[in-house]
């Protein structure tokens, strides 16, 4: 078998390590200990996040013992890392809710069910316990300010004038820092992992720990994340694909992974998915002979869904795809879903009493802006150019009501080809 740092290097989970030679030693030599941390600042983690717990995944699977850190401690601080602004700080009701989500979606990609195996562990349950003097004595001690400046999220922000950075998000790194210490007097935990603009943090703790237990730890770093066209996937761009299905409906997340382009399929099937690396060669080899059957990126969007929502979150996805972009007519479809897949649609409130008492569809037609006048309404349904929920309209006095219903609440129309319409019935 592949030694799994060569697993992960081959997948592009690896970008830094500390120590290679004595990392290879060490997982051969024994189940290692290992964490990541994870930001509490948002209600649902991102697939960006995902790239972190896919490499956890891995390594577990290779017989070690991940600790996802939820930070529950530094997240009440904020990172500074890919910031060009302060964090707007969380209540605590916020941060307990956006916890209990994390922990939630860590524990569908790595096995938390018994402690051995893996576990979630909020840093505010040792750094809640510090008091102010004890970490200035403890852990600031042992910083340097001229390192702690010399770091690019930190220089990036010093020479902003306007901006500049607090001292609450300078001191991040010196808590962050302090994790992986405790974690290795607590749980004996030999290496940390993160993304590559959180090496300065995770060097910063290598020192601390090795200076206050005098142990011998390890650090690697992957690559963040970019599109082939060297956009990153975070939630500060405001490009970032939701892993909770209230944020991201599991329709969405599978259209994203099926309309991945070519130029990133191959690096996406490694990351995200669990497919060995024949399997992929094999998807790789036929984007290039047919990129128009787009398999590859069907066998990414199924997997990919699968692993975050489960089976019956990939049905429901893979059904909902088939009847929109089908000649079957809308039916037991959900809100989320039609929203996702008309973005960018017309959409009109209106009473949902009016459809229950029954409503002509001139006059929808009308209220949702596919008509001026009831007049050029009907000229549309007797030319043959409106669909109600995919289904040809014939007949323009029809009435509608609530058995109309593509889901929950809301209608579709269409007029010609390509113009939507939607009215929410609420």
């Known amino acids: 078998m592949s030694h799994v740092i060569d697993v992960l290097r081959e997948r592009g989970f690896i970008q830094d390590i500390t120590d290679e030679a004595g990392l290879r030693d060490l997982l051969d030599a024994e189940q290692v200990t290992f964490y990541v941390g994870f930001d509490p600042t948002a209600s649902s983690l991102h697939i960006g996040n995902l790239v972190g717990m896919m490499a956890m995944a891995w390594l577990q699977r290779a017989g070690h013992r991940p600790i996802a850190v939820a930070g529950g401690g530094t997240g009440r601080i904020g990172d500074p890392s890919g910031r060009d602004d302060e964090r707007e700080l969380l209540d605590e009701r916020a941060i307990a809710s956006n916890l209990e989500r994390l922990k939630d979606q860590l524990s569908r990609v790595i096995d938390v069910t018994d402690s051995d195996k893996g576990l979630v562990a909020d840093n505010h349950d040792w750094l809640g316990e510090m008091g102010f003097i004890e970490v200035l004595r403890d852990v600031g001690k042992h910083f340097s300010v001229n390192q702690m400046i010399s770091r690019e ?16 998000e300078f001191s991040y790194q010196l808590l962050q820092a302090y994790d992986f210490a405790h974690l290795y007097d607590a749980y004996g935990c030999r290496l940390q992992g993160g993304g590559s603009d959180q090496w300065g943090n995770v060097t910063a703790g290598i020192d601390l720990t090795r200076r206050l237990h005098g142990a011998e730890v390890f650090g690697w770093s992957w690559p963040l994340l970019e599109r082939s066209d060297g956009k990153k996937f975070a939630k500060s761009t405001g ?3 939701w892993l909770a299905a209230d944020e991201t409906s599991p329709y969405a997340y599978y259209q994203w992974f099926l309309n991945v382009p070519d130029a990133d399929v191959g690096k996406f099937l490694r990351i995200y998915t669990f497919y060995d690396m024949p399997r992929i060669a094999e998807l790789e080899k036929a984007t290039q002979e047919d990129p128009a ?18 089976d019956e979150g990939l049905a429901a996805a893979e059904g909902a795809s088939a009847v929109l972009f089908g000649e079957e007519a809308f039916s037991d479809l959900d809100d989320q879903t039609l929203m996702d897949s008309f973005e960018g649609a017309p959409a009109v409130a209106l009473p949902r009493a009016d459809l229950q008492g029954g409503m002509g569809l001139l006059e929808v037609m009308v209220q949702v802006g596919a008509a001026k006048s009831n007049g050029e309404a009907r000229r549309l349904v007797d030319q043959g150019g409106v669909m109600l929920n995919n289904a040809r309209i014939d007949d323009a006095t029809q009435r509608l009501g609530v058995d109309d219903l593509a889901s929950e609440t809301i209608l579709v129309l269409r007029i010609g080809k390509k113009r939507y319409f939607l009215a929410r019935f609420e």
Not at 154 to 163: F, T
């Open 153 to 168: 999220a930190v220089r990036r922000r010093l020479e902003e004038r306007e901006q500049g950075i607090s001292f609450t």
């Open 293 to 310: 059957g787009r398999l590859a990126q069907q066998a990414l969007a199924a997997e990919a869904t699968r692993i975050m929502h489960g």
């Open 239 to 241: 490009e970032a694909v």
